[in-house]
């Protein structure tokens, strides 16, 4: 399965909760993002888990991260409500949990590089972060929450203010960019193209012509923001390599 699997064009998707797809795990529903493979797959989703729905432990083959969006996400490392970055790194293992609240997050599977990082997982309670972390830019505020050398990888979370721009930056043309919109909305000056909650863009390296001008909508929006990983180099050290016969 293929869907926007070219990293080297612009992809953009508005959520749309009548597109959930039930997954084969009983209680897990996918709106998916991009996607290389079947079940075995390197892919970007929504993933929507069922009141009480329990995961048997499992091994992080090539690494997860995600946002929840809604309810909590429990597993033997804590309980990580709406808000939460989680970073699990390759070889890592949780047995995780949803309770009567239900759960929804989007999340990025078999997307990481072999680093010498460890098996330790990464927790970041983003406003929290905001609090102690902020830094104040033209557009708003942003926190650095991870970043890697030597992919050149870099995630942030951005705040940007109502009606106010959001400028590329070097490391996004050079590298590649993608953004998950948490709340609000980001409008596309080039092509007029409005993004809302849980909408998701990427541009591919060198992707100046649509990246040129966002504008945050008249709430503003806060966006996760992930740059540098889309080179080749960096999509060649992913520790996983799906085929799309995988």
């Not at 070219?6 to 009548?18: E, I, L, R, T």
Request: charged share 30%; with cysteine; aromatic share 10%.
């Amino acid at each position: 399965m293929k869907i926007n699997a070219n990293f080297k064009v612009f992809a953009g998707v508005h959520f749309d909760p009548s597109k959930y797809i039930e997954s084969p795990a009983y209680g897990v529903n996918r709106f998916m993002l991009d996607r290389v493979g079947s079940e075995k797959a390197r892919a970007t989703t929504i993933v929507q888990y069922k009141p009480k729905s329990t995961f048997p432990e499992h091994t992080h083959i090539g690494g997860e991260e995600f946002l929840v969006l809604e309810g909590t996400f429990k597993d033997q490392f804590g309980e990580f409500p709406a808000g939460t970055y989680v970073r699990n790194p390759i070889n890592s293992k949780h047995s995780p949990w949803v309770d009567d609240d239900g759960c929804t997050i989007w999340v990025k599977l078999l997307q990481m590089a072999e680093t010498g990082e460890g098996i330790d997982p990464l927790h970041v309670n983003i406003e929290e972060a905001k609090d102690t972390k902020g830094q104040e830019t033209d557009f708003g505020s942003v926190i650095n929450m991870y970043s890697n050398e030597k992919t050149g990888e870099l995630v942030q979370m951005c705040w940007i203010n109502a009606a106010q721009s959001f400028p590329g930056d070097q490391k996004g043309l050079e590298g590649g960019e993608e953004l998950f919109i948490m709340d609000g909305s980001l409008k596309l000056e080039e092509s007029g193209e409005e993004f809302e909650k849980w909408g998701w863009i990427r541009f591919p390296v060198n992707g100046d012509e649509k990246r040129r001008e966002i504008i945050a909508g008249s709430e503003g929006a806060r966006v996760f923001r992930k740059t540098g990983h889309l080179t080749e180099k960096a999509l060649g050290m992913e520790k996983i390599q799906i085929t799309e016969e995988d």
